[in-house]
């Protein structure tokens, strides 16, 4: 076994505990820690494809913004996963969202069975094939080329979307200042504008 | 590779020694310069003018009883100390800190990895240890904790990204992130060994650099998740002994790394005089810029009162945001256009 293997083998299983304990936590801060977890994890296997600008952007942008944010929020709001989850759903239900779940687990491994058995030079275009076409793939240069030049326009119109979400988001948490809205939605508006300050 | 290994680990052993010996005796230059700065003479029982005031204090530290409040939850407040120490001793995985040479026959490299996104590395990192300061004020159960946790999560978020945008100006004058390569281009031959100096290029983006990693550090006079007058200690309240010594030693390790990495941006690194006859000389060099950057965050504190905090807030959004939003604009249109 070489190095090489053996660190891809540690950081993969400890992104899938990390994600698996990320949904399985009842109390949310614990869930944000897993979720840190499995990106750190995910971070290393970037950067074993030597994707090193893409593993630190990764580790950057989600877990030392995104997620602060998150975990701010949960801290404010004082989420203790203690409140109970409601009545349990009635059996037809329950049996809908098995037979879903056992449905998307069989796709997941069939997706992930012809990624294997297919020549990964021969066919790039079948799904869930990752083609490796640079040596200098996911490095800070390609991927500006990408961001700056090929995709720009689209790049830039995300950019706008976010932006519409965001004022989006401040009107709606307003709005239930000025009306007479529920109690609970006008204090957890008051949070989401403390934690945009 | 053996070999490759072999020098790999006792430079990372060296660099931590040297780190953490650093981190404890700026404890003792803060108190002594501190005391000087305020008429007083600081400690001065423990060994010659109080040299060996660290050692006292480790291990005071050390001895005492190490109490766990009822009210924790333990598993995170246990981590919580060591999430906030590892990230601090981090950045100095990718900081040259000397010229390559030859010692004892074998090619050394005066940098642990010299990776060519150094300068994002160093970001990815330093960001992470806000997660020790929340986590500690969480977990803690006390209300003033808690409210440090909460000041110190908010302030950093809103200073990361001034602090991240402040140094897009020195990235796009390199042209490059490896630490590395922007220490190389600051050096000079000429007598004005200083006239390459990243600091000229980059006033005010290293203007916004200090006072975002002041606030990032968590220093004075950004001090508000700690502000003992009304958070008593802030989000390490309920630690007592080597926990909290971890808290502490983390928060001098992250001076000591910032101080680094604005010598190795702003001032050439491990570049200085008489570099020719005597290369040994770039560490010295190195660890002189520190040790000045050092002197200036005591006097910082020792000069300025601590903000109110929405006057900080209000001072991070409203004003370094568009200050560093601008230094990038004027920044890339000089270098397209040339000029820089």
Redesign the interface.
């Known amino acids: 076994m070489t190095l090489d293997l053996v660190i891809f083998l540690i950081s993969s299983v400890v992104a899938v505990f990390g994600a698996t304990m990320m949904i399985t936590q009842r109390n949310p801060i614990a869930s944000v820690l897993f979720m840190i977890l499995s990106l750190l994890a995910q971070a290393v296997l970037y950067i074993q494809l030597g994707a090193l600008f893409m593993g630190a952007v990764l580790v950057i942008v989600y877990a030392g913004a995104i997620l602060v944010l998150f975990l701010f929020v949960i801290m404010l709001l004082n989420l203790r996963g203690h409140e109970s989850l409601g009545q349990p759903s009635p059996p037809i239900s329950l049996t809908i969202k098995y037979a879903l779940a056992v449905l998307f687990v069989l796709e997941l491994i069939m997706v992930v069975k012809s990624s294997f058995s297919s020549d990964l030079f021969a066919d790039a275009g079948s799904p869930g094939v990752m083609v490796m076409q640079t040596d200098t793939f996911g490095a800070a240069n390609d991927v500006a080329v990408l961001l700056f030049q090929r995709y720009l326009y689209p790049f830039e119109l995300t950019s706008i979307l976010l932006l519409v979400a965001v004022v989006g988001a401040v009107i709606l948490a307003h709005r239930s200042r000025d009306d007479d809205g529920p109690v609970d939605a006008a204090s957890s508006g008051e949070s989401e504008g403390k934690a945009a300050e | 590779m053996l070999e490759i290994a072999l020098i790999a680990s006792i430079k990372v052993i060296i660099v931590i020694v040297v780190v953490l010996t650093g981190c404890a005796w700026s404890t003792w230059l803060e108190r002594k310069v501190l005391g000087r700065l305020q008429h007083r003479i600081g400690p001065s029982f423990a060994g010659p003018y109080g040299l060996l005031q660290p050692v006292a204090d480790g291990l005071k530290l050390m001895f005492k009883e190490d109490i766990v409040p009822a009210s924790v939850e333990k598993t ?1 407040w246990t981590i919580a100390p060591i999430i906030s120490f590892i990230p601090a001793l981090l950045p100095f995985a990718v900081v040259p800190f000397g010229i390559d040479s030859t010692l004892f026959g074998h090619e050394v490299k005066f940098v642990i990895s010299d ?3 150094g300068v ?2 160093v ?3 330093t ?2 240890g ?2 020790g300061i ?2 500690a ?2 977990s803690s159960g006390s209300k003033y904790s ?1 409210l440090g ?2 000041r110190s ?2 302030q ?3 200073y ?1 990204i001034g602090y ?1 945008l402040s140094i897009i100006g020195v990235v796009l004058v390199a042209n490059t ?1 490896s630490l590395r390569e922007i220490v190389e281009m600051q050096g000079s031959d000429s007598i004005w060994f200083f006239s390459n100096w990243m600091i000229w290029q980059q006033p005010l983006g290293f203007l916004l650099f200090v006072t975002c990693a002041f606030a990032e550090t968590n220093r004075c006079p950004f001090d508000m998740p700690e502000c003992e007058s009304e958070l008593v200690a802030g989000y390490h309240t309920e630690y007592s002994s080597m926990r909290f010594a971890m808290f502490f030693v983390g928060e001098y390790a992250n001076m000591l790394g910032v101080a680094s990495v604005a010598a190795t941006l702003f001032f050439g690194g491990w570049q200085g005089p008489f570099l020719d006859t005597a290369p040994w000389l770039a560490v010295v060099w190195f660890v002189a810029k520190v040790f000045v950057f050092m002197l200036g965050y005591i006097w910082l504190r020792a000069t300025f009162p601590r903000f109110r905090y929405d006057q900080l ?1 209000a001072f991070g ?1 409203k004003v370094l945001l568009p200050l560093a939003l601008l230094n990038a604009m004027v920044t890339s249109l000089l270098v397209t256009l040339g000029w820089l």
């Open positions: 995170m990776l060519n996104i994002l590395f970001f990815a990192v960001s992470l806000v997660y929340v986590l004020g969480w808690l946790g909460i999560s908010a950093m978020i809103s990361e991240g992130l807030m959004w």
